[in-house]
């Protein structure tokens, strides 16, 4: 059964093709990869994130509170209309990760955001988060804002299911065509080569892992897909924008 209740503390690291391979190898010695990674394979992870039609959420997430909130439906590959994905509630309160999230029909998600009820309960949905979710709808009048998807190698630690590493890469964005169903294709966010590895622990990282990261001179960063979006596609964009009308005034 899928965990959909998670509270971890997430650090990221960017490095290049390089450095994944190097870090990578070593970290087999106590890692394994995940069901989805058997055969050596990249598995795809599709994301669709709403906010407000002023970007309120990610605004308010790229100010850095001590709480801040997201809501995105994500899918495994590209999915049908029928097909099975992940209504999410994403919240930091203090550095630590809250995610929240029910499986539903890809179309059933779609209509619980755009109209705020809830399907009809059934076997298999999170009734709790399904309630937190219509509570945090009726909050902000939201709508499809951005889709992410990236290519993603996971790995569990042998003898602590709470450790986890994931190395995303590929990552790529569109602003148009804003449903899942519509395919995995967008705009690179990152150079060609560039990888974003997360280390998710509920805890401390074990000390074997905290000496590999500075034997291999890796060093935490802030980095947020949706946010690194925004900043690249609409208030970079509109920055000289906003310099030309100074200068008239």
């Given at each position: 059964?899928?965990?959909?209740?998670?509270?971890?503390?997430?650090?990221?690291?960017?490095?290049?093709?390089?450095?994944?391979?190097?870090?990578?190898?070593?970290?087999?010695?106590?890692?394994?990869?995940?069901?989805?990674?058997?055969?050596?394979?990249?598995?795809?992870?599709?994301?669709?994130?709403?906010?407000?039609?002023?970007?309120?959420?990610?605004?308010?997430?790229?100010?850095?509170?001590?709480?801040?909130?997201?809501?995105?439906?994500?899918?495994?590959?590209?999915?049908?209309?029928?097909?099975?994905?992940?209504?999410?509630?994403?919240?930091?309160?203090?550095?630590?990760?809250?995610?929240?999230?029910?499986?539903l029909k890809?179309?059933?998600?779609?209509?619980?955001?755009?109209?705020?009820?809830?399907?009809?309960?059934?076997?298999?949905?999170?009734?709790?988060?399904?309630?937190?979710?219509?509570?945090?709808?009726?909050?902000?009048?939201?709508?499809?804002?951005?889709?992410?998807?990236?290519?993603?190698?996971?790995?569990?630690c042998k003898?602590?299911?709470?450790?986890?590493?994931?190395?995303?890469?590929?990552?790529?964005?569109?602003?148009?065509?804003?449903?899942?169903?519509?395919?995995?294709?967008?705009?690179?966010?990152?150079?060609?080569?560039?990888?974003?590895?997360?280390?998710?622990?509920?805890?401390?990282?074990?000390?074997?892992?905290?000496?590999?990261?500075?034997?291999?001179?890796?060093?935490?960063?802030s980095f947020?897909?949706?946010?690194?979006?925004?900043?690249?596609?609409?208030?970079?964009?509109?920055?000289?924008?906003?310099?030309?009308?100074?200068?008239?005034?």
């Amino acid at each position: 059964m899928a965990i959909e209740v998670f509270n971890r503390y997430e650090n990221k690291y960017l490095m290049d093709t390089k450095a994944f391979y190097d870090i990578y190898n070593d970290l087999m010695a106590y890692m394994e990869p995940d069901e989805n990674n058997k055969d050596n394979k990249f598995y795809t992870i599709s994301n669709l994130y709403y906010d407000t039609e002023h970007h309120t959420l990610i605004r308010t997430s790229l100010a850095k509170p001590k709480f801040r909130e997201k809501l995105r439906i994500r899918s495994y590959g590209v999915p049908g209309s029928d097909a099975k994905v992940y209504l999410e509630l994403k919240k930091k309160v203090f550095g630590l990760v809250n995610k929240r999230r029910t499986a539903l029909k890809l179309s059933e998600a779609y209509e619980f955001v755009r109209t705020g009820t809830p399907p009809a309960f059934r076997k298999g949905m999170n009734k709790q988060v399904i309630g937190e979710i219509e509570y945090f709808l009726s909050r902000y009048e939201l709508q499809p804002m951005v889709y992410l998807a990236y290519d993603r190698i996971a790995l569990f630690c042998k003898g602590n299911r709470d450790l986890r590493i994931t190395f995303d890469t590929h990552i790529r964005s569109r602003r148009h065509d804003l449903q899942l169903e519509a395919g995995d294709y967008g705009e690179p966010l990152l150079e060609r080569g560039q990888w974003l590895m997360e280390v998710k622990a509920e805890k401390t990282v074990p000390v074997w892992l905290s000496k590999m990261l500075s034997e291999h001179r890796l060093y935490r960063t802030s980095f947020s897909k949706y946010g690194n979006e925004y900043k690249k596609t609409i208030r970079n964009a509109s920055a000289p924008v906003i310099e030309r009308e100074r200068v008239v005034l």
